[in-house]
């Protein structure tokens, strides 16, 4: 038991805090990069500042009202409630699903989603919106994103990842119990 709860601490608690953490840092270091209040989302959902770092990667202080890539932004107060309450559901599965979890990949994946969830969830529950910044558009990739979006990103690919060598795993005893 005391391993469980410590590999569960450690996957459930560690990883995604230090991700929610470098998420709120990076995106208050976005803000007062663009010398823009904390709560510039709240104040207005479209700053439209830009910073031009390099021939690839620019930093622009977007607000999303929507959910991932813009999504569903036309009913931002509604959006805020039911996306930051289904944000808290299914940080709540994961963790249940995490806390059951042996395989390493899988684990991380789902600690990522954890932290990447938590940290947009934070900004859309107090601001209305979800602070983006990172912008790579110069290479034709057209959506501002953050830190928690790319955690959520990294652990969905990491799902995809460790499931397909799960597969591959159960075909394989499954063949050899034949």
Request: overall charge positive; some cysteine; glycine content about 6%.
């Given at each position: 038991?005391?391993?469980?709860?410590?590999?569960?601490?450690?996957?459930?608690?560690?990883?995604?805090?230090?991700?929610?953490?470098?998420?709120?840092?990076?995106?208050?270091?976005?803000?007062?990069?663009?010398?823009?209040?904390?709560?510039?989302?709240?104040?207005?959902?479209?700053?439209?500042?830009?910073?031009?770092?390099?021939?690839?990667?620019?930093?622009?202080?977007?607000?999303?009202?929507?959910?991932?890539?813009?999504?569903?932004?036309?009913?931002p107060e509604i959006?805020?409630?039911?996306?930051?309450?289904?944000?808290?559901?299914?940080?709540?599965?994961?963790?249940?699903?995490?806390?059951?979890?042996?395989?390493?990949?899988?684990?991380?994946?789902?600690?990522?989603?954890?932290?990447?969830?938590?940290?947009?969830?934070?900004?859309?529950?107090?601001?209305?919106?979800?602070?983006?910044?990172?912008?790579?558009?110069?290479?034709?990739?057209?959506?501002?994103?953050?830190?928690?979006?790319?955690?959520?990103?990294?652990?969905?690919?990491?799902?995809?990842?460790?499931?397909?060598?799960?597969?591959?795993?159960?075909?394989?005893?499954?063949?050899?119990?034949?």
């Open positions: 038991m005391g391993k469980l709860r410590e590999k569960f601490w450690f996957w459930g608690g560690v990883i995604p805090l230090s991700i929610v953490a470098f998420d709120q840092l990076t995106k208050a270091w976005a803000i007062k990069k663009f010398d823009a209040p904390n709560n510039i989302c709240a104040i207005n959902p479209y700053p439209n500042l830009q910073i031009e770092v390099s021939p690839i990667f620019d930093l622009a202080l977007v607000c999303n009202q929507g959910v991932s890539f813009g999504l569903f932004s036309g009913s959006t805020r409630i039911v996306v930051t309450l289904f944000a808290a559901i299914m940080c709540v599965v994961l963790l249940f699903w995490l806390n059951k979890e042996k395989d390493k990949l899988m684990s991380w994946a789902l600690a990522l989603i954890i932290g990447g969830a938590i940290g947009n969830a934070i900004d859309r529950a107090l601001y209305g919106a979800v602070t983006d910044f990172l912008n790579f558009s110069d290479i034709y990739f057209k959506w501002v994103f953050n830190v928690a979006d790319a955690a959520i990103s990294c652990g969905v690919a990491g799902l995809m990842i460790a499931m397909f060598f799960q597969a591959k795993e159960e075909k394989k005893s499954a063949k050899s119990e034949q």
